[in-house]
């Protein structure tokens, strides 16, 4: 299986680029994390139901028979599909309420002022004012 492993690789960085192009396609301004974790990601593990098709996995050792067997059930595209749905609804719906939580409490955005200066030195200035190293009064 090292030769399936290699050339199921190739097409990783495809698979990035492809996910990248749809966040721009989707006007998402995510350029790192989303199209790693969702196209290669998926990418990844849905290529396992095809190239794993049958494995026999899971169960219980010292279980001969029933739905607990050892080796009872078997690797397949539509389980792993099932599980690529499932976590990614679950993992979105929590990201939205956490998202949802963060807005309606201490805000997303900063304020215009802010946004115009630039929030690195936003930032900057407001460490140094926490740590004491500037007055608040120097900064206006």
């Known amino acids: 299986m090292p030769w399936q492993a290699f050339l199921l690789s190739l097409f990783g960085p495809f698979a990035l680029k492809g996910g990248e192009s749809l966040m721009d396609m989707l006007k998402i301004d995510e350029p790192k994390v989303a199209p790693?974790?969702?196209?290669?990601?998926?990418?990844?593990?849905?290529?396992?139901?095809?190239?794993?098709?049958?494995?026999?996995?899971?169960?219980?050792?010292?279980?001969?028979?029933?739905?607990?067997?050892?080796?009872?059930?078997?690797?397949?595209?539509?389980?792993?599909?099932?599980?690529?749905?499932?976590?990614?609804?679950?993992?979105g719906i929590f990201?939205?309420?956490?998202?949802?939580?963060?807005?309606?409490t201490i805000g997303l955005r900063v304020s215009m002022e802010v946004e115009a200066a630039g929030l690195d030195s936003a930032m900057s200035q407001e460490l140094l004012i926490n740590t004491g190293e500037i007055s608040p009064t120097a900064v206006n």
């Open 36 to 91: 790693l974790a969702l196209s290669s990601s998926i990418f990844s593990v849905m290529a396992v139901g095809i190239v794993g098709r049958g494995v026999p996995q899971d169960g219980f050792s010292g279980i001969k028979e029933c739905a607990y067997a050892f080796q009872h059930a078997s690797v397949s595209l539509s389980t792993q599909l099932l599980g690529v749905v499932v976590i990614v609804a679950g993992t």
């Open 95 to 104: 990201a939205l309420l956490v998202t949802l939580l963060i807005e309606k």
